[in-house]
């Protein structure tokens, strides 16, 4: 099972986005879904959290303005990001938790830059 993140580009300073991380097939037991993002010459950090049971949890940078969501029948997560500013510059990553064999899977990453 492969992850695919979509949804990067150039926006504007105070503009939104909406990122999607589609799986390619069934994750069993999913303990956690997870956006991380890594600027340049920074380490890759978490952004937002949702649990198997919908709790969600958010880096304080990003708390009011960011939502994370999913879509279960689709198999695929969200990151609705507004108000976006040049700080939230990065590349953008999925990453999946799951209690079975491989245990933890990653997309590919997406560029989000923001700039005016």
């Known amino acids: 099972v492969q992850l695919q993140a979509s949804g990067g580009g150039l926006v504007q300073p105070g503009g939104s986005l909406r990122l999607s991380c589609a799986a390619s097939?069934?994750?069993?037991?999913?303990?956690?879904m997870e956006w991380y993002r890594q600027a340049p010459g920074k380490q890759r950090d978490v952004v937002a959290t949702?649990?198997?049971?919908?709790?969600?949890n958010y880096a304080d940078s990003v708390k009011g303005r960011f939502t994370i969501s999913r879509d279960n029948a689709k198999r695929t997560v969200y990151l609705q990001m507004n108000s976006l500013k040049p700080e939230d510059t990065a590349v953008y990553y999925c990453?999946?938790?799951?209690?079975?064999?491989?245990?933890?899977?990653w997309g590919q990453g997406t560029l989000v830059t923001v700039s005016s």
């Open positions: 097939g069934i994750i069993f037991n999913i303990n956690k």
């Open positions: 949702i649990s198997s049971g919908g709790t969600t």
């Open positions: 990453y999946v938790l799951s209690g079975a064999f491989p245990f933890n899977y």
